[in-house]
C-alpha cells in the first residue's frame, strides 16, 4: 500500500499570494484550519478541527515547521492522536510551488504515517543505536570515566 | 502475504524461506512488536495471524486526508477567486 497522498493544483494566481495564503495564520484558518502557525523554522503550533472518533483522532493536529524557503518550499510535522497530547500517528506535510505564465503550480505531498505500534519500535531502535553509540564512546574514551585498566 | 489467507506455525512459514527456524521466528517476532501479526500458542504450535486492524486503520487515514486535502484545496481556489478576481 503507498503511503503518500500527493495533489497536484494549479491557482491562477500569482505565486506570491499563494504563498501569502500556505503561511499566513490568518488567512490559512480562512480555507485550512484555526492555528498558530508561524513562518519560523522550529516553531511548534496547533491545527485544530472537528475530531473523529472512528479514527480515534480528538481534532487536533500538532505541528512543528521543518523548512521554509519562501516562495518554493514549506514542510511541517502533522501528527495526531486520540487526545491529552499522546500522539499515535506521525506524518510530514510538504508544500512546493511552482510560477507559470498565467498562476501558480502546487504540489502537496503528505507521507509518513507512521502508527503508534511501528511508533514503539522504530523508538526502541533508536533508543538501541543510541545506546550503541554511547558504549563506543565510553570504549574508545576509557580515561574520561575514569577506568584507568592500563 | 503466505499469512493473508490463513494462520500458520511458524515451523509451516519456515518452509517457504531459505532462511533457518530461529531466523523466521526472528523476523516473525519482529512483525509482532509492529503490530502487524499475532502469534497464538495452541498446544506445541505457534501459529501466525495476519493483524489486519493496523492496515486497516491507516488506510482509513489515508483515505481521510486525501479527500480532506482535495477539499481544503478546493476551498483555497474558491477563497482566492472570490477576493483576489484576475
Known sequence: MAKIIKHQYFFSHPIETVWEYLTNSELMGQWLMKNDFEPVVGHEFQFRTGGKANLNFDGIFYCKVLEIDPLKKLAYSWNCGPGEGKITLESVVTWQLEAKENGTEVFLDHRGFNQEENLDMYHGLMHGWLEKFQNIEKLLNPAKDGNTNA | ?86
Open chain 2, 1 to 86: 502475504m503466505l499469512l493473508s489467507e490463513d494462520s500458520l506455525t511458524i515451523n509451516s512459514l519456515a518452509d517457504n524461506f531459505d532462511m533457518s527456524r530461529p531466523a523466521v521466528s526472528k523476523h516473525v517476532k519482529i512483525l509482532e512488536t509492529a503490530g502487524f501479526i499475532s502469534i497464538k500458542d495452541l498446544g506445541r504450535e505457534r501459529y501466525c495471524t495476519l493483524k489486519k486492524d493496523g492496515f486497516d486503520e491507516l488506510k482509513a487515514w489515508l483515505n481521510y486526508f486525501d479527500q480532506f486535502w482535495a477539499s481544503k484545496l478546493k476551498n483555497l481556489e474558491t477563497l482566492l477567486n472570490k477576493k483576489l478576481p484576475n
